[in-house]
């Protein structure tokens, strides 16, 4: 094995792969990187079983081979070298890699164990990385982080209509986005573990490509783009039938600036400490709100906000966490508060509605 490549483009793969590795497998190659060399390219795999990652690196290659080397190690090299330009070739029963006036020999070790990917076939599930990224990022938060209901640790996803639906619920509260491809997909409705999600959020974000594929079947959802494939195991579970617990009819409505309600929350957060428990009060007339807290051990707090409003008066407590965390996935500057009656469900979209809903359930006071 013998070759040439940009440093750049080596390292970032390398650096993606070497986040999939296993580390705490008793199957040492799953903490190797395999490097495979053939014409005019470098191939870089990454797999703990859960994930696997294949990514193409351009390169000059004099002789071909495949080797595994810990990812770890060569991450680390590879963040130290200056050069344009690294050189790798065998030798020695180690891996020589250099770069500049910086040289390494890595270990190599055997690859026979290593797990054979799954070729994914062509599909016409095509999706902007920039829709797939934003669906993904509207949801993540809501999953559960507990794995003793799996289906809560995942995020859903299906196609609906001409679009692609994003939902995740940790039963407390629940995102789900749609986001609307030019072209339908048919994408089998898939569970996909949240920190896998996580990790296939952090690939897209990366990916230079402006569009990929979906695809989920045999138990597994696989993302692929020019040279970039992703493959996650999926759950085998169904997630709750949600559609029937999203407030149809409100008793209240309010739309204010996102950036004032961030700053309330903040402040009241603050305050609350370890309940993180709020109360929004919406009054009979005018036109404002407020966000109270009052904590025996720190104090009480208290911020108005000029809203537009309409409907009855209501007074709720929440998790102010669930309120802080979807203020991300809302993409414009105002935002509306869709209250349902006292003890119910909250909903809040974006003031434009882009496809975006979060349904928060309030706390006893």
């Given amino acids: 094995m013998k070759g040439e490549c940009f440093k750049e483009k080596l390292e970032h793969a390398v650096r993606n792969a070497s986040r999939v590795t296993s580390k705490n497998s008793s199957l040492p ?15 870089v795999r990454a797999t703990n079983i859960d994930i696997a990652y294949e990514v193409v690196v351009p390169a000059r290659v004099e002789k071909e081979g495949v080797v595994a080397v810990s990812g770890v190690a060569l991450n680390t090299f590879l963040s130290g070298v200056s050069a344009q330009n690294v050189s790798f ?3 020695q029963g180690g891996l020589s890699v250099s770069g500049g006036n910086a040289s390494a020999v890595l270990k190599v070790f055997p690859n026979e164990d290593f797990p054979k990917f799954s070729t994914p076939k062509d599909n016409q599930n095509t999706i902007p990385v920039s829709l797939l990224a934003s669906g993904l990022k509207s949801v993540l938060y809501s999953a559960s982080q507990s794995s003793v209901r799996q289906e809560l640790s995942s ?7 001409n679009g692609v639906v994003f939902a995740a619920t940790d039963s407390f509260r629940l995102a789900e986005k749609h986001v609307f491809p030019q072209k339908n997909t048919s994408i089998h409705p898939t569970l996909l573990p949240v920190k896998n999600a996580a990790e296939l959020l952090r690939v897209v974000l990366e990916m230079e490509n402006e569009s990929c594929t979906l695809e989920s079947e045999a138990g597994q959802f696989v993302m692929k783009s020019d040279g970039t494939v992703f493959t996650s195991r999926v759950v085998d579970g169904s997630f709750p039938d949600y559609k029937q617990i999203i407030p149809k009819e409100f008793t209240t409505t309010v739309t204010l600036l996102k950036d004032d309600f961030a700053k309330a929350l903040q402040l009241a957060s603050g305050l609350s400490e370890k309940s993180n428990q709020i109360l929004i009060t919406v009054p009979a007339s005018g036109d404002e709100i407020s ?10 707090g208290v911020s108005t906000l000029k809203s537009a409003r309409s ?4 007074e709720m407590s929440f998790n102010a966490r669930y309120l802080i965390d979807v203020l991300g996935a809302i993409t414009e500057s105002s935002m509306s508060l869709m209250f349902s009656g006292a003890g119910k469900p909250l909903l809040i979209t974006g003031a434009g509605n882009s496809g975006f809903r979060y349904i928060v359930m309030p706390m006893n006071r």
């Fill in 155 to 161: 995020i859903y996803i299906f196609s609906e209509g």
């Fill in 29 to 43: 190659v799953l903490a190797c990187i395999l490097l495979e060399a053939k014409k005019g390219l470098v191939v």
């Fill in 291 to 300: 966000l109270s807290v009052k904590n025996a051990e720190v104090g009480e």
């Fill in 89 to 91: 070739h065998t030798a």
């Fill in 311 to 314: 409907g009855e008066a209501i």
